[in-house]
């Protein structure tokens, strides 16, 4: 008997059923509803589609988990603030419901505020006096931190901070961001936060990049509550390579919630601090940005990787970096059927691309960067209209019959925004149909994190993951389309 019917609507993948069962939290059955009712027992549930599709669940290629929720639940708003005494009630009202922990505020504009002037030391002392407190301005280049916070911070008095007024400045700003420690139970409500989020958006799986020792330990905490409901495949970062080789962690290792996939590492930068690694200059500069990790470094720690039985991601987004990644995949020996991953690979070269499906990398993109691109963007800004015009080209990924998946890097979360950009990019010839952007969504991100067996598509003997769209995604832009309900294994992690 089956645990749960979904009918009556399109099965994405399937084109002649409209039901599928569940059982034991894995996908049971797919076909027609009539078929199926046969296994309907006393205790089935039916939910019913109503004509809405059932797609498989999201799987974000590329995000940093623990700070999606972060954002959400540890970090003050200001934005809304509309008077300096409304911010400082904001952070004072934090201060009172988490004693003992840093308040760290975000996104104040005195611009809006009738008293005209920013906020201050002593203003922060007066609201929150007995815990550490400081607060970024909207445009992320000054920071205004109490006492207890300055106190803190080893970098002298001068240019960069003005400790009377309590001022911090550019580079000091993430020195002291750096000090800020969330507490454990902040750490594991911010998991359980990202995790009912990604349901309502309709994830139910994601590959965590660059997680680090206190991100792997709240996801474990937050797993052993039953507080994670999204998988995640988690990407090392690269320094703590020794301690999973010493521990002879390969990949696959954990649990259907929380698993170890590889190791993430950086080739260049990125096109918006124009650190990118690129042949030919920056628009109207000298610079053309940084190669962080060049092919013999990156090839040692890829053998490294190998002999680890682990999985390399390695973030390259400029034509520079893509070479150096190709030529270290080449000295390492990396083989065809090896499938490591290259996050962003934003603006490869044709002939690049026709290497990297010769060395069976996956193509880990995220559409949501399109945002960036076109006339008068910032892509163009920085690269020139040529350049911008060839920047992530899903098209001639897919034409090579390169593995793709697509991600967001939570900027923002939701696949839908990405799938509409991929569907209706600034550069026609790069568009994707919406079946290939669901696919790269959902199979290709399960792909690309070696979970193709167990999801990724509505198939018998997968996780029962899917989603319920509001309309037809071949018919409705995907702006104009929501998330209604969200299943993880076959249990309704979010419903509209
Ligand atoms: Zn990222």
Same mark, same amino acid.
């Given at each position: ?173 993430? *020195?002291?961001?750096?000090? +800020? ?7 594991? #409500?911010? &998991?359980?936060? @990202?995790? =009912?989020? !990604? ?109 680890? *039985?682990?999985?390399?991601? +390695? ?7 893509? #070479?150096? &990644?190709?030529? @270290?995949? =080449?000295? !390492? ?164």
């Amino acid at each position: 008997m089956l645990d749960l019917i979904v009918q009556g609507g399109p099965i994405f993948g399937h084109p002649e059923a409209d039901a599928v069962g569940v059982r034991c939290g894995r996908i049971a059955a797919v076909g027609r509803a009539q078929d199926l009712a046969a296994l309907r027992g006393p205790k089935t549930q039916v939910f019913r589609l109503e004509g809405r599709p059932l797609l498989p669940g999201f799987f974000d290629a590329h995000l940093h988990f623990l700070k999606i929720g972060l954002d959400r639940t540890f970090f003050v708003d200001l934005s809304s603030a509309r008077t300096l005494s409304e911010a400082l009630e904001l952070l004072r009202a934090r201060a009172k419901e988490r004693p003992g922990e840093w308040v760290v505020g975000r996104g104040w504009d005195e611009s809006r505020w009738p008293e005209k002037r920013y906020l201050e030391r002593a203003d922060l002392d007066r609201a929150v006096p007995r815990q550490p407190c400081c607060a970024v301005r909207v445009d992320g280049h000054m920071m205004v931190a109490n006492t207890l916070a300055l106190a803190r911070c080893v970098r002298p008095e001068g240019e960069l901070v003005d400790r009377e007024r309590g001022f911090v400045f550019e580079d000091a700003i993430p *020195e002291v961001l750096a000090l +800020v420690r969330p507490s454990q139970e902040a750490l594991v #409500e911010a &998991v359980a936060e @990202a995790s =009912r989020y !990604a349901a309502s958006l309709g994830v139910t799986a994601a590959a965590d990049m660059d997680t680090d020792a206190q991100a792997l330990r709240a996801y474990a905490l937050a797993e052993h509550r039953g507080l994670l409901r999204t998988r995640l495949f988690t990407y090392i970062k690269a320094e703590l390579l020794p301690h999973l080789a010493g521990l002879g962690i390969r990949k696959g290792f954990g649990s259907a919630f929380l698993r170890l996939a590889g190791v993430k590492a950086f080739a260049d930068g990125s096109i918006g601090a124009k650190t990118a690694a690129l042949f030919e200059p920056y628009r109207g500069e000298m610079g053309k940005g940084r190669v962080l990790l060049g092919r013999g470094e990156l090839a040692r720690l890829w053998r490294k990787v190998m002999e680890a *039985e682990l999985q390399l991601a +390695v973030h390259a987004i400029g034509d520079r970096a893509i #070479e150096e &990644v190709l030529a @270290a995949a =080449r000295l !390492a020996g990396v083989g065809a059927l090896d499938r490591h991953r290259v996050e962003h690979l934003e603006l490869p070269t044709p002939h690049q691309l026709d290497r990297l499906k010769e060395l069976g990398l996956v193509a880990s993109m995220q559409p949501n960067f399109l945002q960036w691109s076109g006339p008068g963007r910032m892509y163009e800004d920085r690269l020139g209209p040529a350049r911008d015009a060839r920047i992530d080209p899903h098209r001639w990924v897919l034409d090579r019959g390169i593995p793709l998946a697509f991600g967001s890097d939570g900027m923002p979360l939701g696949p839908l925004y990405g799938i509409g950009l991929a569907l209706d990019p600034p550069y026609y010839p790069q568009r994707v149909t919406w079946e290939e952007a669901i696919r790269a969504y959902t199979y290709g991100a399960a792909y690309a994190a070696f979970a193709e067996e167990e999801l990724g598509s509505l198939e018998v003997g997968k996780w029962a993951d899917f989603v319920v769209l509001s309309g037809d995604p071949g018919r409705t832009p995907p702006r104009d389309l929501r998330v209604e309900a969200t299943f993880v294994a076959g249990e309704l992690a979010f419903s509209r």
